[in-house]
């Protein structure tokens, strides 16, 4: 270990998002209430730029700041989704805001200093990086979780996600120090280093429960069941703008972290955390979809579709944890780790855009004073709304995995992966789980087409407004990539194969 | 040593989350609070107690004089403090204004996201 | 072929605007698609039947390994030309059916979607992009029985339909996976040259039942078979289209289609025929309760498909040769039939058979295509039908196992369809002449001509079936036992065992005719279907799968924080517990001669302020209790070589308490809301949970140091970063980076406490 060089390149996104984000503190101060909207064109160019920024350095592969750092093209292809991510939380909010009397200009600074804090996470190399990355995510989403003043229902969100969040954090650190305790390491490559060479079995098993414990950790921040509990109770109360960033963002963020940590690191324990995994993701996808089939409440039964969603998540990263330990004529099946990992990937990546995609266009139903959030909201929309109704018709299906989607070249990599690597069972109770989740995608359609319209014909929506062009962007890019998802798979494939490497 | 220490690692974590399932709010903080004294804790001892000897380096010498105390956990525990305070104070705020909003500092009556 | 299939999709983009724009011209374009499609697949029967497989391959995503590539055998070309022939038929109809109708145009771009997903879905060789088509026409077909949508009935059809079918499809979705990685390849062509791999392979027998299940939803087996009469709230050209002719026929395709790659074995041969027989039985008898013309057409398509099921089962070279002939007819009579039902009920506004009569004087051209489709359907001579049931026949007699049983259910079944034919095709038209109620203008053209024209051919291909058994027939039942056949197809054989059966059959199908209102009473009694049926199972399922939603509901979502967190926890406890159990003995209880007295006393400080704030019952007893421990806690730091800590300790301990004094009396007062049960078991867990902690610190502390990272700050700190307090080095040089972050988390946190703050004042204005 060398004194760190300051390296910015390796950090040029993260750089130009605090940047960014200072900002839009600054200009907050000077800015009347009614003219906030101004912050929102900020934060957008800044994470234009930052978007710029990353791909000009595609790929890197280096590792910066004494180790800490790790800026590779896998970080980066999650940065990117981090910042498409953001830049859609944006644009969906001003609408929302507006007509919800939330004039807060710290709402924008917060989102991104939260996408800083992902990037960091998946940027970091060493457990106590991640660690602060993870808070800094944690803490604002807490914050914008409680923004919705004269909705009680928001302030208990915040306090339900920050008495939960913190307890969870307080698991990982314990876990992490555990780690520290027995190995003296905290970088990533050195912990790898030490588990594949160390001889004394009782550390290992003593690491083997630190896992355990940051296991528990992480998945509360994916919202795997039966740590998931917040999640309804939060995505509900929470503003719908913020609600659609935090069911991406953290998400997605944790499965990069559970992706290199595990299969770099944590690469000799397989066997165990596969086998925990295993019970989480089964739990995570019975228990998210049956619940999610008793719900009146488009938001709430979208948080229980997320939670499902990371249920077949999880099954891609037990089949890349099973891969290692396939040989095919005596050689590491390789191919197979990095087919199952990029199936994560790639799920994650469209996954990102129906989720956001659908949470866009509740709000862009809602109107003051009625959040329209109801099944029954939905009625009649073809009718008074056909193309809205279209676009929602294609993420849902998406949501779904029907083919032609984005969602479907998701859920195909992932089957596939299960499949190939021998996880039959679990593929099955995926393919079951998903005929569930048919159920309740396929209602609120029926709602849509064949329901008559309660109240009053609405002309169609304003296109003009931000709201739609995130329901029209993420809805083209859901299609696009569902019939030519080659250029992303490619990506994910390098930054895997860079990775292992 | 280290075993008694061990022994107050438990009884930090025990209370806290005996408190922080609680369903008065007040609680709550308190139960944080001696959560995260638990986590300081529990990382101080993962770098091996050591009596005296502060990691620090003498005039004229060019490193610190053995025993002492392992450095990096020391610096791991100030982050964990100095964010642990943040929190704190950002928890007072949070159910100060939720005790606000919703008119109870009963946790049970905090439950109207809950449709059925 | 590529141009065949994506000319209806981006035909189906252009049509709503089209019909806006130049509406008469519209209804022509349409009909000129599938039309000219049927004359480039008349052209292609000449090279297929000479032996010739077309194909043609197009890279879609390599990267993906999904191609589209088609190709064209006597099987895919039998289904193509039933798609594209009927198909503009059932455009011309449409245009007539649905006359006036505003959304005309958006049906218009359903059909075609339709009709270029179920080109695809044959002709595919990729099984992903079969898959795909698939869906696809599960979507379209849903689309298309709720584009009238006016009863609630037709919303629940629809989705009924789309549910099943959807099972079906994720079914087919696993099993095609499996049967990839068996056989190494998604192209069709390629698994059946490793037919025996995957014949042996072990997810064989997941296959099979994968896609069965696929097959029978998409098809309507038993017991799958209720969807098919409910989907029948969809518009006439619809039913005929879809739920007769050809989206029906997807799952007999498949089963065709897969046979050569895994039929034989038993599992494959006795469940198909079995499910096969018993629909088939089902279908008839369900036909013969029925009232309403459509679901008694559609209980008998349900038969029909019952009957092909059953062959394909049987896989012999008769029972294969029947079920491509009987495929064809089927199509020919039934589509017919399906569109004179659309015709009646379009003028008439009634589709109940008992109160339909003397229909012919009113509409006599499609009383006549009527009446030929359903001599087809009786299986009367010299119609198409005929020689279909004759090849049933045979294949019955012939088969395997179980022959005189599968004969006597073909037998009972045709009987009851004849039954069938006669009501649906005889009844409606004979009798007293009704009185409509509307002044009626005769049926359009449009309208007419299909019927006419499908039972004509019905009628031609019976004198000459020589027209289609070389050139369709033969090639299409080669393709499916996958080794070359030349059929001769006859009207009469002479004197044969067959040709008896089938005047039996027509003899006991008239009798059941004339006696067709006590069967049907008869029928309706012994019918446990509705109580006991599948269809009352899916109904069942979706109410029990709310329920075990709601009660999970209850249990897992109660809003109650702390039973969330104590869920947690108990889950966290189990899973830490049952690793720490599995490698039990690592705990050490050492050093205990190694404790100073006052070391003991700041511990035992810190042990009994926390019993204080765990038992205070004042706010301000608890808040000096924590500063209590937060100043031990230093202490410690000051004994074991921490300074810096210590003097954070100090201070952040000292900004906490004040912090919590400050606000105490904003904050409500202590208030005990649980019950002592609730303490109790709070506590438990509680401790469970210290214990826990306490184990894995006595057997992380067992573990010997070897902190080598440490030592290196500890020898380089001075040395490259000229700082003599190491603590400070790691954190503004070494770990520069984290410091960093850690600033951001506080800034973050006091942006937090500033809106919070401000929100608060802003709430209190408005």
Same mark, same amino acid.
């Given at each position: 270990?060398?004194?760190?060089?300051?390296?910015?390149?390796?950090?040029?996104?993260?750089?130009?998002?605090?940047?960014?984000?200072?900002?839009?503190?600054?200009?907050?101060?000077?800015?009347?209430?009614?003219?906030?909207?101004?912050?929102?064109?900020?934060?957008?160019?800044?994470?234009?730029?930052?978007?710029?920024?990353?791909?000009?350095?595609?790929?890197?592969?280096?590792?910066?700041?004494?180790?800490?750092?790790?800026?590779?093209?896998?970080?980066?292809?999650?940065?990117?989704?981090?910042?498409?991510?953001?830049?859609?939380?944006?644009?969906?909010?001003?609408?929302?805001?507006?007509?919800?009397?939330?004039?807060?200009?710290?709402?924008?600074?917060?989102?991104?200093?939260?996408?800083?804090?992902?990037?960091?996470?998946?940027?970091?190399?060493?457990?106590?990086?991640?660690?602060?990355?993870?808070?800094?995510?944690?803490?604002?989403?807490?914050?914008?979780?409680?923004?919705?003043?004269?909705?009680?229902?928001?302030?208990?969100?915040?306090?339900?996600?920050?008495?939960?969040?913190?307890?969870?954090?307080?698991?990982?650190?314990?876990?992490?120090?555990?780690?520290?305790?027995?190995?003296?390491?905290?970088?990533?490559?050195?912990?790898?280093?030490?588990?594949?060479?160390?001889?004394?079995?009782?550390?290992?098993?003593?690491?083997?429960?630190?896992?355990?414990?940051?296991?528990?950790?992480?998945?509360?921040?994916?919202?795997?069941?039966?740590?998931?509990?917040?999640?309804?109770?939060?995505?509900?109360?929470?503003?719908?703008?913020?609600?659609?960033?935090?069911?991406?963002?953290?998400?997605?963020?944790?499965?990069?972290?559970?992706?290199?940590?595990?299969?770099?690191?944590?690469?000799?324990?397989?066997?165990?955390?596969?086998?925990?995994?295993?019970?989480?993701?089964?739990?995570?996808?019975?228990?998210?979809?049956?619940?999610?089939?008793?719900?009146?409440?488009?938001?709430?039964?979208?948080?229980?579709?997320?939670?499902?969603?990371?249920?077949?998540?999880?099954?891609?990263?037990?089949?890349?944890?099973?891969?290692?330990?396939?040989?095919?004529?005596?050689?590491?099946?390789?191919?197979?780790?990095?087919?199952?990992?990029?199936?994560?990937?790639?799920?994650?990546?469209?996954?990102?855009?129906?989720?956001?995609?659908?949470?866009?266009?509740?709000?862009?139903?809602?109107?003051?004073?009625?959040?329209?959030?109801?099944?029954?909201?939905?009625?009649?929309?073809?009718?008074?709304?056909?193309?809205?109704?279209?676009?929602?018709?294609?993420?849902?299906?998406?949501?779904?995995?029907?083919?032609?989607?984005?969602?479907?070249?998701?859920?195909?990599?992932?089957?596939?992966?299960?499949?190939?690597?021998?996880?039959?069972?679990?593929?099955?109770?995926?393919?079951?789980?998903?005929?569930?989740?048919?159920?309740?995608?396929?209602?609120?359609?029926?709602?849509?087409?064949?329901?008559?319209?309660?109240?009053?014909?609405?002309?169609?929506?304003?296109?003009?407004?931000?709201?739609?062009?995130?329901?029209?962007?993420?809805?083209?890019?859901?299609?696009?990539?569902?019939?030519?998802?080659?250029?992303?798979?490619?990506?994910?494939?390098?930054?895997?194969?860079?990775?292992?490497? | 040593?280290?075993?008694?220490?061990?022994?107050?690692?438990?009884?930090?974590?025990?209370?806290?989350?005996?408190?922080?399932?609680?369903?008065?709010?007040?609680?709550?903080?308190?139960?944080?609070?001696?959560?995260?004294?638990?986590?300081?804790?529990?990382?101080?001892?993962?770098?091996?107690?050591?009596?005296?000897?502060?990691?620090?380096?003498?005039?004229?010498?060019?490193?610190?004089?053995?025993?002492?105390?392992?450095?990096?956990?020391?610096?791991?525990?100030?982050?964990?403090?100095?964010?642990?305070?943040?929190?704190?104070?950002?928890?007072?705020?949070?159910?100060?204004?939720?005790?606000?909003?919703?008119?109870?500092?009963?946790?049970?009556?905090?439950?109207?996201?809950?449709?059925? | 072929?590529?141009?065949?299939?994506?000319?209806?999709?981006?035909?189906?983009?252009?049509?709503?605007?089209?019909?806006?724009?130049?509406?008469?011209?519209?209804?022509?374009?349409?009909?000129?698609?599938?039309?000219?499609?049927?004359?480039?697949?008349?052209?292609?029967?000449?090279?297929?039947?000479?032996?010739?497989?077309?194909?043609?391959?197009?890279?879609?995503?390599?990267?993906?390994?999904?191609?589209?590539?088609?190709?064209?055998?006597?099987?895919?070309?039998?289904?193509?030309?039933?798609?594209?022939?009927?198909?503009?038929?059932?455009?011309?109809?449409?245009?007539?059916?649905?006359?006036?109708?505003?959304?005309?145009?958006?049906?218009?771009?359903?059909?075609?979607?339709?009709?270029?997903?179920?080109?695809?879905?044959?002709?595919?060789?990729?099984?992903?992009?079969?898959?795909?088509?698939?869906?696809?026409?599960?979507?379209?077909?849903?689309?298309?029985?709720?584009?009238?949508?006016?009863?609630?009935?037709?919303?629940?059809?629809?989705?009924?339909? +789309?549910?099943?079918?959807? !099972?079906?499809? &994720?079914?087919? *979705?696993?099993? @095609? $996976?499996? %049967? =990839?990685?068996?056989?190494?390849?998604?192209?069709?062509?390629?698994?059946?040259?490793?037919?025996?791999?995957?014949?042996?392979?072990?997810?064989?027998?997941?296959?099979?039942?994968?896609?069965?299940?696929?097959?029978?939803?998409?098809?309507?087996?038993?017991?799958?078979?209720?969807?098919?009469?409910?989907?029948?709230?969809?518009?006439?050209?619809?039913?005929?289209?879809?739920?007769?002719?050809?989206?029906?026929?997807?799952?007999?395709?498949?089963?065709?289609?897969?046979?050569?790659?895994?039929?034989?074995?038993?599992?494959?041969?006795?469940?198909?025929?079995?499910?096969?027989?018993?629909?088939?039985?089902?279908?008839?008898?369900?036909?013969?309760?029925?009232?309403?013309?459509?679901?008694? +057409?559609?209980?008998?398509? !349900?038969?029909? &498909?019952?009957? *092909?099921?059953? @062959? $394909?089962? %049987? =896989?012999?070279?008769?029972?294969?040769?029947?079920?491509?002939?009987?495929?064809?007819?089927?199509?020919?009579?039934?589509?017919?039939?399906?569109?004179?039902?659309?015709?009646?009920?379009?003028?008439?506004?009634?589709?109940?058979?008992?109160?339909?009569?003397?229909?012919?004087?009113?509409?006599?051209?499609?009383?006549?295509?009527?009446?030929?489709?359903?001599?087809?359907?009786?299986?009367?001579?010299?119609?198409?039908?005929?020689?279909?049931?004759?090849?049933?026949?045979?294949?019955?007699?012939?088969?395997?196992?179980?022959?005189?049983?599968?004969?006597?259910?073909?037998?009972?079944?045709?009987?009851?369809?004849?039954?069938?034919?006669?009501?649906?095709?005889?009844?409606?038209?004979?009798?007293?002449?009704?009185?409509?109620?509307?002044?009626?203008?005769?049926?359009?053209?449009?309208?007419?001509? =299909?019927?006419?024209?499908?039972?004509?051919?019905?009628?031609?291909?019976?004198?000459?079936?020589?027209?289609?058994?070389?050139?369709?027939?033969?090639?299409?039942?080669?393709?499916?036992?996958?080794?070359?056949?030349?059929?001769?197809?006859?009207?009469?054989?002479?004197?044969?065992?067959?040709?008896?059966?089938?005047?039996?059959?027509?003899?006991?199908?008239?009798?059941?005719?004339?006696?067709?209102?006590?069967?049907?009473?008869?029928?309706?009694?012994?019918?446990?279907?509705?109580?006991?049926?599948?269809?009352?199972?899916?109904?069942?399922?979706?109410?029990?799968?709310?329920?075990?939603?709601?009660?999970?509901?209850?249990?897992?979502?109660?809003?109650?924080?702390?039973?969330?967190?104590?869920?947690?926890?108990?889950?966290?406890?189990?899973?830490?517990?049952?690793?720490?159990?599995?490698?039990? =003995?690592?705990?050490?209880?050492?050093?205990?001669?190694?404790?100073?007295?006052?070391?003991?006393?700041?511990?035992?400080?810190?042990?009994?302020?926390?019993?204080?704030?765990?038992?205070?019952?004042?706010?301000?007893?608890?808040?000096?209790?924590?500063?209590?421990?937060?100043?031990?806690?230093?202490?410690?730091?000051?004994?074991?070589?921490?300074?810096?800590?210590?003097?954070?300790?100090?201070?952040?301990?000292?900004?906490?308490?004040?912090?919590?004094?400050?606000?105490?009396?904003?904050?409500?007062?202590?208030?005990?809301?649980?019950?002592?049960?609730?303490?109790?078991?709070?506590?438990?867990?509680?401790?469970?949970?210290?214990?826990?902690?306490?184990?894995?610190?006595?057997?992380?502390?067992?573990?010997?140091?070897?902190?080598?990272?440490?030592?290196?700050?500890?020898?380089?700190?001075?040395?490259?970063?000229?700082?003599?307090?190491?603590?400070?080095?790691?954190?503004?040089?070494?770990?520069?980076?984290?410091?960093?972050?850690?600033?951001?988390?506080?800034?973050?946190?006091?942006?937090?406490?500033?809106?919070?703050?401000?929100?608060?004042?802003?709430?209190?204005?408005?």
């Amino acid at each position: 270990m060398e004194l760190p060089v300051v390296d910015f390149t390796a950090v040029y996104p993260e750089v130009v998002v605090t940047l960014v984000g200072l900002l839009v503190l600054a200009v907050d101060v000077f800015l009347k209430p009614e003219r906030k909207t101004v912050l929102a064109v900020i934060a957008l160019l800044g994470l234009f730029l930052a978007l710029l920024v990353t791909l000009a350095y595609y790929p890197l592969d280096e590792v910066a700041f004494s180790g800490m750092v790790a800026a590779d093209s896998f970080s980066q292809f999650f940065k990117l989704i981090f910042i498409l991510s953001a830049a859609f939380s944006i644009l969906m909010s001003p609408r929302y805001l507006q007509i919800f009397n939330i004039n807060a200009g710290e709402y924008y600074e917060l989102i991104m200093f939260c996408t800083l804090g992902m990037m960091v996470m998946v940027a970091g190399n060493d457990l106590v990086t991640i660690y602060i990355g993870l808070e800094l995510m944690a803490i604002s989403i807490y914050l914008m979780a409680g923004f919705q003043r004269d909705n009680p229902r928001s302030s208990e969100a915040s306090m339900k996600y920050f008495l939960l969040g913190s307890f969870a954090s307080a698991i990982l650190l314990y876990g992490m120090s555990f780690f520290y305790g027995i190995t003296g390491k905290t970088n990533l490559e050195e912990i790898a280093r030490y588990l594949d060479f160390t001889q004394n079995m009782l550390n290992t098993k003593l690491i083997t429960l630190s896992l355990v414990l940051m296991t528990v950790a992480f998945a509360f921040k994916i919202a795997a069941v039966p740590f998931h509990m917040w999640t309804p109770d939060v995505y509900e109360g929470a503003p719908t703008p913020l609600t659609a960033f935090m069911s991406v963002g953290p998400k997605v963020a944790a499965f990069a972290v559970i992706l290199r940590v595990y299969m770099t690191t944590f690469h000799t324990l397989v066997p165990d955390w596969t086998q925990l995994f295993w019970i989480l993701s089964v739990l995570t996808m019975v228990v998210g979809n049956v619940i999610a089939v008793a719900q009146q409440n488009i938001k709430r039964m979208l948080a229980y579709s997320s939670i499902s969603h990371a249920g077949y998540l999880l099954i891609g990263v037990i089949s890349a944890g099973t891969a290692t330990e396939i040989k095919i004529n005596g050689l590491p099946a390789t191919s197979l780790v990095s087919e199952s990992m990029m199936s994560v990937m790639v799920y994650l990546f469209a996954y990102m855009f129906m989720n956001l995609g659908a949470f866009a266009v509740v709000i862009a139903l809602a109107k003051a004073g009625n959040p329209r959030e109801l099944l029954q909201d939905y009625a009649g929309l073809a009718r008074r709304k056909p193309f809205t109704a279209m676009l929602m018709t294609i993420l849902l299906l998406s949501l779904l995995g029907f083919p032609g989607t984005f969602g479907f070249i998701g859920k195909f990599y992932i089957f596939k992966a299960a499949i190939t690597t021998g996880n039959v069972t679990i593929a099955v109770i995926g393919v079951i789980m998903s005929v569930v989740a048919a159920f309740y995608y396929i209602r609120v359609i029926v709602y849509m087409y064949m329901r008559e319209p309660e109240g009053e014909i609405l002309p169609e929506a304003d296109f003009a407004s931000s709201t739609m062009y995130a329901v029209i962007t993420t809805t083209v890019f859901t299609l696009l990539f569902g019939v030519a998802p080659g250029f992303i798979i490619a990506m994910a494939r390098y930054s895997i194969e860079q990775m292992l490497a | 040593m280290q075993t008694v220490m061990a022994f107050v690692v438990g009884a930090l974590y025990a209370a806290g989350l005996y408190l922080m399932m609680r369903r008065s709010i007040f609680k709550l903080i308190i139960g944080l609070a001696l959560l995260s004294h638990g986590s300081n804790l529990f990382l101080f001892l993962m770098g091996y107690l050591t009596r005296g000897g502060p990691p620090i380096t003498p005039p004229e010498a060019v490193r610190p004089v053995a025993p002492f105390a392992d450095p990096l956990p020391q610096a791991l525990i100030l982050t964990a403090i100095v964010i642990g305070f943040g929190v704190q104070a950002f928890a007072v705020v949070l159910i100060r204004r939720a005790h606000e909003t919703l008119g109870t500092d009963d946790l049970d009556k905090m439950q109207s996201t809950d449709v059925d | 072929m590529l141009i065949a299939v994506v000319s209806g999709f981006v035909f189906s983009l252009a049509v709503p605007l089209l019909h806006r724009t130049v509406r008469n011209v519209t209804d022509w374009l349409v009909v000129l698609l599938p039309f000219s499609l049927f004359i480039y697949f008349s052209f292609l029967t000449q090279p297929i039947a000479a032996g010739g497989v077309l194909s043609s391959s197009h890279a879609w995503a390599p990267s993906v390994g999904v191609n589209l590539s088609f190709v064209l055998d006597g099987l895919s070309l039998l289904f193509a030309i039933l798609i594209s022939g009927i198909g503009a038929l059932v455009f011309l109809y449409s245009s007539g059916y649905f006359k006036g109708h505003s959304g005309l145009g958006r049906f218009y771009a359903y059909l075609l979607i339709f009709m270029a997903s179920m080109l695809g879905l044959v002709l595919s060789d990729n099984v992903i992009a079969l898959f795909i088509f698939w869906e696809l026409t599960s979507l379209s077909s849903y689309l298309l029985i709720g584009f009238d949508h006016e009863r609630s009935s037709a919303r629940s059809a629809a989705r009924q339909a +789309l549910l099943v079918t959807s !099972v079906g499809g &994720l079914a087919l *979705l696993a099993g @095609l $996976l499996l %049967l =990839g990685e068996a056989g190494g390849s998604f192209e069709l062509s390629q698994l059946l040259r490793e037919r025996e791999a995957i014949r042996s392979h072990r997810f064989y027998v997941p296959i099979v039942v994968l896609i069965m299940v696929a097959a029978f939803t998409k098809s309507a087996q038993f017991p799958f078979h209720f969807w098919l009469p409910n989907a029948m709230e969809a518009p006439a050209p619809v039913s005929t289209y879809l739920h007769s002719a050809t989206m029906v026929k997807a799952g007999i395709y498949l089963l065709a289609r897969l046979s050569p790659v895994l039929g034989g074995a038993r599992i494959w041969q006795g469940t198909i025929v079995v499910v096969g027989a018993i629909t088939m039985l089902i279908g008839a008898c369900l036909a013969i309760k029925e009232t309403d013309i459509k679901r008694i +057409l559609a209980y008998s398509t !349900v038969s029909i &498909l019952g009957v *092909l099921t059953f @062959l $394909l089962g %049987l =896989g012999t070279r008769a029972a294969v040769e029947a079920a491509v002939a009987y495929l064809f007819i089927h199509a020919l009579y039934k589509a017919g039939l399906f569109l004179v039902a659309g015709i009646i009920d379009h003028e008439t506004g009634i589709r109940d058979v008992t109160r339909l009569s003397g229909l012919a004087r009113i509409m006599p051209v499609t009383a006549l295509a009527a009446a030929v489709a359903g001599l087809s359907m009786a299986g009367l001579p010299p119609l198409f039908g005929f020689i279909g049931k004759e090849l049933l026949y045979t294949a019955t007699l012939q088969a395997p196992l179980a022959n005189s049983i599968l004969t006597a259910a073909v037998l009972l079944t045709s009987a009851l369809l004849v039954a069938v034919a006669g009501i649906v095709s005889l009844g409606p038209f004979i009798g007293r002449t009704m009185t409509l109620s509307e002044k009626h203008g005769g049926v359009p053209l449009t309208m007419t001509a =299909g019927p006419v024209v499908l039972a004509g051919l019905g009628l031609l291909i019976g004198l000459l079936p020589n027209l289609v058994a070389g050139r369709i027939v033969s090639s299409a039942v080669g393709a499916v036992l996958a080794q070359p056949a030349a059929i001769k197809l006859a009207l009469l054989h002479g004197l044969t065992v067959q040709l008896g059966l089938s005047g039996l059959t027509f003899a006991l199908g008239v009798t059941a005719y004339l006696r067709r209102d006590a069967l049907r009473r008869a029928v309706s009694r012994f019918d446990l279907g509705t109580a006991l049926g599948p269809a009352k199972g899916y109904s069942l399922t979706l109410d029990g799968m709310t329920a075990l939603a709601r009660l999970q509901t209850r249990i897992l979502q109660s809003g109650h924080l702390h039973i969330y967190l104590f869920i947690i926890l108990a889950v966290t406890v189990g899973l830490v517990g049952s690793w720490l159990v599995r490698y039990y =003995g690592l705990m050490r209880l050492e050093g205990w001669a190694d404790i100073r007295f006052y070391e003991f006393l700041t511990a035992l400080v810190i042990v009994a302020a926390t019993i204080v704030i765990v038992r205070a019952s004042s706010r301000l007893f608890s808040v000096v209790a924590l500063g209590v421990v937060g100043y031990s806690m230093g202490i410690i730091y000051i004994i074991f070589g921490a300074p810096d800590l210590a003097m954070t300790q100090f201070s952040i301990d000292t900004l906490t308490v004040i912090l919590l004094l400050l606000v105490l009396y904003r904050l409500p007062r202590y208030a005990r809301y649980s019950t002592t049960l609730e303490r109790l078991r709070d506590a438990a867990i509680a401790l469970a949970v210290g214990v826990l902690v306490t184990g894995l610190t006595l057997a992380a502390t067992a573990v010997p140091p070897i902190s080598q990272i440490s030592s290196y700050f500890a020898e380089n700190s001075y040395l490259l970063a000229k700082g003599r307090n190491v603590v400070n080095v790691i954190l503004v040089d070494f770990r520069a980076f984290d410091t960093l972050g850690e600033i951001t988390v506080l800034a973050v946190a006091a942006i937090g406490v500033y809106s919070l703050m401000k929100l608060r004042g802003n709430g209190s204005d408005g």
